[in-house]
């Protein structure tokens, strides 16, 4: 059985940093590649940034040089390092992990950037 469990949400004021981890835990031999989703309030569910086995990385353009993804291996942890937040970031964050090939996901954990 996996469990995948998104931490490291919060409000946080607008120019603020936040970073969130995606661990995998329980029959995880090693994670593949990655991604971090968001469904802000109204909106449909976006990709953010996503990683692969490689550790080549894409980012949706509106976070591009904000947001940085980044997995550590060892850990069965993805990251997700989001500088200079905005308002429109606010949304529920969510990581998809590949493990052996098949897509695993979190219950998400809420971002709110506000003043």
């Known amino acids: 059985q996996v469990q995948i469990v998104e931490s490291g949400g919060g409000l946080v004021q607008p120019g603020g940093s936040l970073r969130l981890s995606c661990l995998a835990s329980?029959?995880?031999?090693?994670?593949?590649?990655a991604a971090w989703y968001r469904r802000g309030p109204g909106k449909p569910r976006e990709l953010v940034a996503s990683i692969t086995s490689d550790s080549a990385t894409t980012y949706t353009d509106s976070v591009k040089g904000r947001f940085t993804i980044t997995r550590d291996t060892g850990k069965k942890t993805v990251y997700l390092q989001m500088n200079n937040l905005k308002p429109e970031d606010t949304a529920v964050y969510y990581c998809d992990v590949l493990i052996a090939g098949v897509p695993y996901w979190g219950q998400g954990t809420q971002v709110t950037v506000s003043s």
């Open positions: 329980g029959s995880v031999f090693s994670i593949g590649g």
